[in-house]
């Protein structure tokens, strides 16, 4: 069964400042990889998503993540943070085939400092 | 193009009462998803729908919790009774299952309060 842990139950960053996200996940197929953000009171909005091929993805407001086959890794990163981006970050594995389904971790929260 | 829909946005009720959630998906997707999310948690699914049949129910606790796509369109998740254990956001996601590489979409889900 498919696995996703991310390390980091809370990070707190200045505006400006560059952030890294860490997920790392379990699976025994290529995976499929998805990181959401999902805000106060809102449904989840897929930041970006990861399939196949280059393995550094680039998503919506200016985030990237990098797929590492070897470290079972897929770390979301902004080179500069907006005070709008906070909120929480989740990363997430999919089961594709028959069942087209979602493994979450348990989701950072991102705080930004003015 | 119109997201997934989810009602009520937010309820109360009392244990051992009953409740329903009710989410449309997005026109044309023919796989829905019931999520359960737990505060401080991420979502964890409850069953997986494709048209109007049960994929995955395995982690359904069937013993209270029932949903059903009757027409292959919209759904509804149900609780009876509640538990206190059970207060939490509902996400309902759809996804088209023919289109190679795409998402799932989530709801806004249904904030779920047991008290």
């Known amino acids: 069964a498919q696995s996703v842990t991310q390390p980091d139950i809370h990070i707190t960053v200045s505006e400006g400042a560059s952030l890294e996200l860490r997920c790392n996940y379990s699976?025994?197929?290529?995976?499929?990889l998805f990181w959401y953000v999902q805000s106060p009171g809102q449904g989840l909005q897929l930041l970006l998503k990861y399939f196949s091929g280059d393995t550094l993805v680039q998503g919506i407001k200016g985030f990237e993540a990098e797929f590492k086959r070897s470290q079972s890794s897929f770390n979301l990163r902004k080179p500069s943070v907006h005070w709008s981006d906070a909120a929480e970050y989740f990363c997430?594995?999919?089961?594709?085939?028959?069942?087209?389904?979602?493994?979450f971790g348990s989701g950072t929260q991102l705080t930004v400092l003015p | 193009e119109a997201g997934v829909a989810q009602s009520p946005r937010y309820k109360i009720i009392e244990k051992r009462q009953s409740v329903a959630f009710w989410c449309n998906p997005i026109s044309g997707h023919a796989t829905l998803y019931w999520y359960q999310q737990i505060l401080g948690q991420g979502p964890k699914l409850l069953i997986q729908f494709q048209n109007n049949g049960v994929v995955d129910d395995s982690q359904l606790p069937k013993d209270r919790f029932s949903a059903e796509r009757l027409k292959g369109v919209d759904s509804t998740l149900k609780i009876q009774p509640a538990k206190l254990e059970d207060s939490a956001v509902y996400l309902c996601?759809?996804?088209?299952?023919?289109?190679?590489?795409?998402?799932?979409?989530f709801g806004q889900g249904t904030r779920l309060t047991v008290v």
């Open positions: 996601a759809s996804s088209t299952p023919t289109a190679p590489n795409t998402e799932a979409f």
């Open positions: 699976y025994g197929a290529t995976p499929y």
């Open positions: 997430a594995v999919g089961a594709f085939g028959s069942a087209r389904q979602l493994t």
